[in-house]
């Protein structure tokens, strides 16, 4: 066995590896957006009555509105509009923060394993030609 053996059979086990995480990684960001939707930002509007707070926002054609709890006032700007996200399939839910950052971080991991296990992949066949 001579070193392009060696260079294609390391190259295998990482494109092997880099393929189920990869894939593996992918299923599990598949699976989130299915169970909590997609969020789409919006502009938000918040007004101060008296008796408490309120958020409108207008999302897929329609104007909403829910009150905000005490802490959800104390996290809000005093500004008049903040940005806000709305649930796509249910217009309705509204969060003042950013979804969870999670989502995006294993898409990128299971975009960066797959291409992993796609330059391993080119090695192993370069190292079989050479080899």
């Known amino acids: 066995m001579d070193a392009w053996d060696t260079i ?10 880099g393929l189920a995480l990869g894939l593996a990684s ?22 101060d009555e008296a008796d408490g707070s309120v ?18 006032r104390q996290h809000v700007e005093d500004l008049d509009e ?11 839910h509204l969060r003042l923060h950013e979804p969870p950052a999670g989502r995006r971080i294993l898409r990128l991991l299971g975009v ?8 391993a992949g080119v090695v192993g066949i370069v190292a079989m030609f050479v080899g």
């Not at 958020?55 to 959800?72: D, I, N």
Request: charged share 25%; no cysteine; hydrophobic share 55%.
């Open 82 to 92: 903040e940005k806000a996200f709305y649930r796509e399939r249910e217009p309705e």
């Open 8 to 17: 294609g059979v390391i190259a295998e086990v990482i494109g092997w590896v």
């Open 55 to 72: 958020v409108r926002w207008f999302a897929e054609g329609e104007f909403h509105t829910r009150r905000l709890s005490a802490s959800e």
């Open 112 to 119: 960066v394993f797959l291409g992993l296990a796609l330059v």
């Open 26 to 47: 992918l299923g599990l960001v598949l699976l989130i957006r299915i169970a909590d939707g997609r969020w789409l930002p919006t502009d938000a509007v918040i007004a």
